[in-house]
């Protein structure tokens, strides 16, 4: 009995002590924006909108391939923006940056897959697998409104990327 009120003594004002020592708070992680957007002075992060509505084009041909080019439209007020398209097998991506001159910089990431037939061991093309080799490009350019701007050739494909600012909708 005396070992425990003894013990009890002894724990109790340690657990008082050690709740009432201060604790170091972890710093909230900084929240840095992605490559390519400016900061504006005097704010940690640049706004992650536009003053307008922006649709930016992509169009892949390739020569030699029945059917249309494939192409890729998207409309954003952001300054970033994806498109993961898997019945094409293309990703498309990147950021926007308004300038003081009007141009837009775009730095973007463009990824796609082609289908490669192997065939098995002694056996005729038809009888083997699909596999699928993967393809990527990154890179930044400036265009002004209106502007088409081809920016990959590789072997019968190409890639060529365009900018339209929008009108705002009228409310009715």
Known sequence: MKLTLLSLLLVVPTLLIAQSIPRPVAAAPQVLPPPGLPIAPGYSAAPTTLPDNYQITLILTEKGKDGDPLEISLVVASRTFTAVLADSGVNFGG???????????????????????TPKANQPPQIGGTQYMSSRTTGSVRLKDGEELQILRAGTRTAK?????????KSK
Not at 95 to 117: H, Q, R
Not at 161 to 169: C, E, H, M, V
């Open 95 to 117: 950021d926007l940056t308004l300038e003081e001159s009007g141009a837009l910089l775009v730095n973007y990431n463009l990824g796609w897959e082609t289908p490669v037939t």
């Open 161 to 169: 990327l365009s900018i339209r600012k929008l009108p705002l909708a």
